[in-house]
């Protein structure tokens, strides 16, 4: 069954966004300022940030140190957008942090639970707290935490209404953060027309700090200085590169801030082994069909969904739905060439798009009324993509055990 929210966060609309931080503050002021309980990380983007704020968490406590990581969306439930030392949080810790905050009635879904994160770090008392932001950069809620080390992944189209119809204005939006930062750091993913517009001029690239290159069978090659080591990329994909690069640029910065102490390969690659990011192009079971889960959810994640369904030596059939904000024809045009055959669902989610206007863009695909039945009009293998909650509701199913 669908997870259900705490009661707390149940009249805190997830899409409500509000473009300001005073009340944030406001209400953490009203706690004792948690968001500054610990050193802080924060990483900023399009796409890629959850994947990199996730290697960089695994890194870090490779080495150590005790974390605390906040990401977004979640897929399953709301707990695995806290988590302290590898483990989400437990209802009954989340709902006491929430009850904490709940004479702050005016505070947003994200809002809420990005304080909540703040709090649960600080009563834990970890040594650095890895942060995901949610929208843009430079009105997002985990802004508060004025981190001191800020990564950028890339700068894509999603949320221009909200950031601005041109890449530039959207580039100088994700750049605040970075321009505050002590140790600022830009990924390889960042397109080098933007860099003006970041207007970080403290910032370094990721690969004056650290190169990372492509190997035969998904290994890397990780060079620093004169050291030098081979690993397996932790996430599957080639664009994942890049963020591992970034996260590794960042835990260099960590070094630097006196975080770490020196970083050790055999600990970075113990990390990586060891750490689970599903929906980046993992694979589960629903029933007793195997499918391929991947988050891309916007133009520039689809576009890295075909280039690596190309490399596969087989064709995938696809299951696809989104949410009603997103660019479908756009990403119906990128994916419909390189799979098979194609299915397109409703999810239950007020925001997601109708099944008529998937239809649309994907004039081939036969319609369902959700996931379950989306699968079973498609023969193996099948890859899903085009929304998290699609994700999300796969590893539902699969947890229920579900034949398709």
């Known amino acids: 069954m669908p997870q259900v929210l705490p009661l ?10 509000r473009p300001e931080l005073g009340p944030l503050r406001a209400a953490l002021a009203r706690l004792g300022d948690p968001q500054f309980a610990c050193p802080s990380i924060l990483v900023v983007g399009t796409n890629g940030k ?24 979640h897929l399953v439930s709301v707990e695995e957008r806290i988590r302290i030392d590898g483990r989400r949080i437990d209802r009954a810790s ?115 700090l650290v190169r990372v290159r492509g190997l035969d069978g998904g290994r890397v090659r990780v060079s620093r200085d004169t050291k030098e080591v081979e690993l397996e990329l932790p996430l599957a994909g080639a664009h994942q590169r890049g963020n591992l690069q970034l996260a590794l640029a960042l835990a260099i910065c960590a070094e630097k801030a006196g975080l770490v102490r020196g970083l050790d390969p055999s600990a970075v690659i113990r990390g990586l082994e060891n750490m689970s990011w599903p929906g980046r192009l993992t694979e589960t079971r629903v029933g007793d069909r195997s499918v391929l889960l991947d988050g891309a959810h916007n133009l520039e994640g689809a576009e890295a969904l075909a280039a690596e ?63 379950k039945a ?13 929304s998290l909650r699609l994700v999300g509701r796969l590893l539902e199913l699969a947890e229920e055990g579900v034949v398709s």
């Not at 290697?55 to 990581?69: D, F, N, S, V």
């Not at 419909?336 to 206007?357: F, K, Q, Y």
């Not at 498609?378 to 993509?385: E, K, N, Q, R, S």
Request: hydrophobic letters at 50%; a negative charge; aromatic letters at 4%.
């Open 94 to 208: 989340l709902e006491d942090h929430l009850d904490r905050l709940a004479a702050d009635v005016d505070l947003t879904f994200f809002e809420t639970i990005t304080a909540a994160a703040f709090l649960a770090f600080a009563r834990s008392g970890v040594d650095v707290a890895i942060l995901e932001a949610g929208m843009g950069g430079s009105w997002d809620a985990t802004r508060v935490a004025e981190s001191a080390i800020v990564g950028l992944t890339n700068v894509g189209s999603d949320h221009a209404e909200w950031l601005g119809a041109d890449v530039m204005d959207r580039a100088r939006d994700k750049g605040a953060p970075l321009r505050s930062a002590r140790w600022s750091v830009v990924g390889p993913d960042v397109a080098a027309g933007l860099l003006p517009a970041v207007a970080a001029p403290e910032a370094v690239a990721a690969g004056d």
């Open 309 to 371: 369904l190309r490399r596969r030596p087989v064709t995938y059939n696809l299951l696809f739905s989104c949410l009603d904000d997103k660019p479908v024809e756009a990403m119906a045009e990128v994916l419909s060439p390189v799979v098979g055959d194609i299915a397109v669902c409703g999810l239950n989610d007020p925001r997601a798009m109708p099944v008529e206007r998937l239809s649309a863009a994907f004039p081939a695909a036969e319609p369902a009324s959700n996931p």
């Open 8 to 17: 707390s966060l149940q009249n805190r609309r997830p899409g409500r966004i």
């Open 50 to 73: 959850g994947s990199t704020a996730a290697m960089l968490e695994a890194i870090l406590r490779a080495h150590g140190l005790r974390t605390g990581l906040t990401t977004s969306p």
């Open 374 to 386: 989306g699968i079973a009009h498609l023969g193996d293998p099948v890859v899903a993509a085009g």
